[in-house]
């Protein structure tokens, strides 16, 4: 399967996200959501909360926690 340019993009701004959330808690960044759940995430862009959960490594805590603002750049443009 490749990997679209617009998919490679997004995906280094969830990289990026999940760092400055990851410094922001004082953890590493594989903790936030591993590397797997920020390739799903920029393949599928899911659209909407319950698409969002079923994203490999978003459990009920991860999307309560993270969902907001990792949706919020997958909508970015």
Excluded: Q, W
Excluded at 3 to 20: I, M, N, P, Q, Y
Excluded at 54 to 61: H, K, M, N, P, T
Aim: aromatic share 10%.
């Amino acid at each position: 399967m490749s990997v679209s340019a617009e998919d490679t993009a997004l995906f280094l701004r969830l990289k990026s996200l999940r760092k400055a959330i990851a410094d922001r808690n004082g953890v590493p960044p594989y903790v936030i959501f591993p590397e797997k759940s920020l390739h799903e995430l920029a393949c599928a862009r899911p659209g909407d909360r319950e698409n969002f959960s079923l994203i490999y490594g978003v459990g009920e805590y991860k999307l309560e926690k993270y969902e907001p603002e990792f949706m919020e750049e997958i909508r970015k443009r």
